[in-house]
């Protein structure tokens, strides 16, 4: 037993600097020697200054010297030749590789990412329960080099290792779920314009650019037109940079925080102004490539943000929090990792793929849940327009029947007089006061009617019914009727006999009233003997116009916003024409359309 023990003991004194070999895949990174010198192969060889290192990526990432050296020990511990692979993904480098026997160099070869995204390797025999060391050069680059990670690796995975390496798109999985969010987004804020959708598409493309290496596609193409190593800032700026500007912009313009809360919106706004002086500074400083990670390390503030606003919405907020957290972690760690040196996962582009896709679909379905909230908010909106043009219809109404009402009234007052006067003065024959009640059931009559269409105008119920384009046109003017005549206003009518319409009644009588409100004050402008309104009918069409000499050519085209009027000074709300456009799009399902002719203004109702 103790026999094995000091065997063992043994054997780790011997093997603890060297790098044993089997058939599995090796992360390259512990038990590797340093040498901070320019000098050539063969002094290397016998130079014993060479320093552990048990943090290669530690090392790398700091970038002391232009040129220096690396020693790796192998050994294999098998009874079996290995064919290896030393796989880099190390970009903008220039290696001289070495492998050397017994202190003698074997083979040479030089080594260089080219344009292959920052992927080079090389290839070695080792045989059965041999030792071997690989001696490599690094020499100086135009361009700021950027480790990832290194492996020992079977030669025979090598195709697959590069094709699989940092690319789970190979597969098109995430590729595809991510194209199909940034088109439907893209569609829908062609549908909406809603600037939160329009950031989202811009994070979308930001990820696709990142975790697809999509800029270095671009890096190629550009390379031969621009000087390489100001390319090769612009893109190792723009994946950090695009992240964090369009993460920052669609969380200011989803939370709506300019208005709702202005302190995170001003913090916003200078971690924004940080963020490009972190650019200004990585284009001034040669040795500033680390500079444009500095800002990620904020990134876990955007998960306070979705915390705080769990007051406002607590399903979006909520959903918004558990996408920053699925985004950030690999982008915080990637920062981390550069700052600090930090050894842990070597490449957080892997992670990147999947939670980056996982976050763009939370966010698309809290962008979806935020597009329904303000269509619910619109729809009650519109509920509440249409309510107050209601009112303010029925206060025109009342006023119309109570001008309406003052002839009857007055005729039956000169009744009730008349019949009196005869009592008094006993003439009063049957005959007389019966035909002066019937003259009284008239006037009570219409009076009836008057207030019977009163009603049923603002009556609740919501049924289609058919009816004439004629009828439409008369009960719509019986409401207007007295202010009409008051007004000298004169009403032309062309009615197609056989037109009949299946819809709405009192919703379009509503339409019908609102233009003519609005024709009868722009009217007034006009002479009285030169009052005119146009009633034209055709096919699913009803054309009402005036001679009021149009509407101003710079505003037409706002006629039918909310809250939009040209009757400011006579207390117009400018919510007629606005609830007309939902009365004829929603409730009656066509539309209501405007234009100018050569008497004035030409509202023109097309029916379903």
């Not at 050994?75 to 492998?99: A, G, P």
């Not at 269409?453 to 439409?472: A, G, L, V, W, Y």
Request: aromatic share 14%; glycine share 4%.
């Amino acid at each position: 037993m103790k026999f094995f023990f000091l065997f063992f003991l043994l054997t780790l004194s011997l093997f603890s600097g060297v790098i044993t070999l089997n058939e599995e895949k090796l992360l390259l990174h512990r038990n590797t020697y340093l040498l901070n010198e320019n000098i050539f192969i063969e002094d290397a060889l016998k130079h014993s200054d060479f320093i552990k290192n048990n943090n290669l990526s530690v090392f790398l990432r700091k970038q002391f010297t232009k040129n220096y050296w690396l020693k790796i020990p192998l050994k294999n511990t098998l009874n079996k030749e290995l064919d290896k692979t030393l796989l880099f993904y190390w970009k903008n480098i220039n290696l001289q590789v070495y492998y050397s026997k017994d202190n003698k160099i074997i083979e040479t070869k030089s080594v260089s990412d080219g344009i292959n995204n920052g992927i080079s390797y090389y290839s070695f025999i080792i045989g059965p329960n041999e030792e071997s060391t690989i001696y490599i050069k690094v020499n100086d680059h135009p361009l700021v080099d950027d480790f990832s990670a290194a492996y020992i690796i079977n030669t025979e995975q090598l195709i697959s290792e590069i094709s699989n390496y940092g690319s789970v798109y190979k597969h098109g999985l995430l590729f595809g779920i991510l194209l199909t969010i940034l088109f439907a987004s893209l569609f829908m804020y062609f549908m909406t314009s809603l600037k939160s959708y329009f950031y989202y598409v811009l994070f979308v493309m930001s990820i696709i650019f990142i975790t697809s290496n999509l800029h270095w596609s671009f890096y190629s193409a550009l390379s031969p037109y621009l000087e390489k190593s100001i390319l090769y800032n612009i893109m190792k700026v723009a994946n950090p940079f695009s992240i964090l500007m369009t993460l920052t912009l669609f969380t200011k313009e989803f939370f709506d925080l300019k208005y709702k809360h202005a302190t995170i919106n001003s913090i916003l706004n200078f971690y924004m102004l940080s963020c490009i002086l972190m650019v200004i500074i990585q284009f001034i400083f040669s040795n500033g490539s680390l500079i444009i990670f500095y800002p990620g390390i904020l990134l876990p503030g955007f998960i306070l943000i979705g915390l705080i606003m769990l007051k406002q919405d607590k399903l979006q907020a909520s959903l918004y929090s558990i996408a920053m957290i699925l985004l950030i972690y690999p982008l915080f760690m990637e920062s981390f990792i550069r700052i600090f040196n930090f050894d842990g996962v070597q490449n957080m582009n892997n992670y990147l793929q999947v939670t980056s896709t996982l976050c763009s679909l939370c966010l698309s379905i809290v962008t979806y849940i935020k597009l329904l909230s303000i269509l619910e908010e619109k729809r009650q909106f519109e509920k509440e327009i249409l309510a107050r043009s209601r009112f303010s219809a029925m206060g025109e109404m009342i006023a119309n029947i109570a001008h309406q009402w003052r002839q009857p009234l007055s005729h039956l007052s000169s009744i009730v007089v008349n019949i009196d006067m005869h009592s008094q003065l006993d003439k009063l024959s049957p005959k007389t006061l019966q035909d002066k009640l019937n003259e009284m059931h008239l006037q009570i009559r219409h009076m009836t009617n008057t207030i019977e269409d009163f009603m049923n105008f603002f009556s609740q119920k919501k049924q289609k019914s058919t009816f004439s384009c004629k009828e439409i046109i008369d009960d719509s003017l019986s409401f207007m009727r007295t202010s009409f005549e008051s007004n000298h206003i004169q009403i032309y009518t062309q009615c197609d006999a056989m037109f009949e319409i299946n819809t709405y009644k009192n919703e379009l009588i509503q339409v019908i009233i609102t233009i003519l409100t609005n024709a009868k004050d722009a009217l007034k402008d006009n002479p009285e003997e030169d009052r005119k309104i146009y009633f034209k009918t055709s096919k699913n069409e009803i054309s009402i116009s005036d001679n009021a000499g149009g509407i101003d050519s710079k505003i037409i085209h706002r006629i039918f916003e909310p809250y939009f009027s040209t009757k400011l000074e006579k207390n117009g709300t400018g919510l007629g024409l606005y609830t007309a456009k939902i009365i004829m799009e929603n409730n009656i399902k066509g539309s209501i359309q405007v234009a100018n002719n050569k008497r004035g203004a030409e509202f023109i109702l097309k029916l379903p």
